[in-house]
Structures are given as C-alpha cells and as structure tokens.
C-alpha cells in the first residue's frame, strides 16, 4: 500500500470549513483513497473514500487531484465534537478482507 | 453502516492474570477480523488478522503464545492476553470488514486494558 503524508496537526474555528491535506504520490491505479478518524479513547470510524472523482457524503467531501497523488478531505462547518485524529490511508480493493495500515495521521482541533 | 462490538470497553487486572477481550460483528458475518494495539498517542499498529475456522496470523513481533486469538463462529473473534504484565497495558482495537468487499472496514469501541 503506498505511504500517505499528513501535517501532525491543525486548527480550525467552530463553524468553518476543515480542509485536512494528504499526500499520496506513490498512489497507484488500482488504489483507494479512504478516510478515517479517531475521536479520543474510542475505535476509529470510516468518513469516506474515493478513487479519482470526488465524492461527497453526509459528513465530508473528498477532493482527489487529478494525478491523484493528493487529496483533501473537507469538513464543510466544523463543530466541537469533530476534533478528532484524522487518517489518510491508501490501500487497494481487493476479493478478500484487507487490513488498514494507519499513519500518524492529523490532529484536527476544533476551536470555540 | 455495519457495528462491531466489544467487550469490556475498560478492564483492570493484575500482573499474570489473563484478560479475554471479546469482538462481535453484531449485522453482519465476518471471516476475517483484524486486531489492533494503540499506545498514548500513537497510532494502531495491527497485531494480527484473525480468520474463522483457521489460525490467526500474526505481525511480525506479536508473540502469538503471549496474544490468543480465537475465531470460532463468524461473529466473534477474542483476543486473550495471557499472563499480563504492566507492559501490556494498552489500548486494544478490532475490526472487520463485511462481505461486500467495499474495502471499508469497520471498528470496535476498543478495550483499555491496565495491569497493575
């Protein structure tokens, strides 16, 4: 699976878009972008994934560069309970069940 | 989305006893279950893939005689810590993927275990 970089950590104010950046430029075609975070002491919990187009769920948007070597997951309105450690993973789909491999990923805090 | 469950959610113990952490797919079937390990701020660091009917494989590092894990039925994987000592003292975190093979995988509350 190739390797993703993510800053330690960002702030956000309350009400404000999140935008949380990775790096992927070893991705390669037949690998998946997801995502995850990790409110603390509790398991992590899928927010979304994608292979080159964007996608957009109840919780986040996900945009993928058009070389797919980045991506950036997006919180359109932040709120308290979203600080969370945030994981960008890179793995591909396959016939059989898959572990993750988690990176130190982005501390996300959300500020009053 | 599909719930995984486990059981305890916090337990103390103390040196050389043994802890069993039970992991449930409460929706859905799971041959495969995987068994993480997060210190203090750090990351899960994956210490073995747990397979129904089969043995469990472990991460290089994992002593599987120190870590148990039993696969049964297709809805519980445990993981039984043998012999704890203070060093096991750790946050332990399961996960499965259901058959569907989205890819997405789906998480436990996870155990804190502590060993006095």
């Known amino acids: 699976d190739a390797k993703t970089t993510q800053p330690p950590s960002m702030d956000c104010a309350e009400g404000r878009a999140a935008n949380l950046p990775c790096n992927h430029s070893?991705?390669?075609?037949?690998?998946?972008v997801y995502w995850y975070r990790q409110i603390h002491s509790q398991g992590p919990q899928y927010i979304i994934h994608?292979?080159?187009n964007n996608e957009t769920n109840e919780m986040a948007s996900l945009i993928i560069t058009e070389d797919r070597k980045s991506s950036t997951l997006i919180l359109p309105h932040a709120t308290l309970r979203d600080t969370a450690v945030y994981y960008c993973?890179?793995?591909?789909?396959?016939?059989?069940?898959?572990?993750?491999?988690f990176g130190s990923g982005t501390q996300l805090t959300v500020l009053p | 989305g599909a719930v995984v469950s486990q059981h305890p959610s916090r337990v103390i113990c103390k040196s050389g006893t043994s802890v069993k952490i039970e992991c449930r797919s409460l929706?859905?079937?799971?041959?495969?279950m995987f068994w993480y390990r997060q210190f203090p701020k750090k990351s899960l660091m994956l210490m073995a893939t747990?397979?129904?009917?089969?043995?469990?494989?472990?991460e290089q590092g994992v002593e599987k005689d120190k870590f148990l894990i039993n696969h049964a039925s297709l809805t519980l994987s445990t993981l039984t810590v043998t012999s704890a000592h203070p060093e096991d003292s750790s946050f332990y975190i399961c996960?499965?993927?259901?058959?569907?093979?989205?890819?997405?995988?789906?998480f436990g509350e996870g155990s804190r275990l502590t060993v006095l």
């Open positions: 996960s499965a993927s259901d058959r569907s093979n989205t890819g997405e995988l789906f």
């Open positions: 070893t991705i390669s075609g037949n690998e998946y």
């Open positions: 994608g292979l080159k």
């Open positions: 993973i890179v793995r591909s789909r396959s016939g059989s069940a898959r572990q993750l491999t």
């Open positions: 929706d859905f079937q799971a041959t495969t």
């Open positions: 747990s397979n129904e009917g089969s043995k469990a494989t472990y």
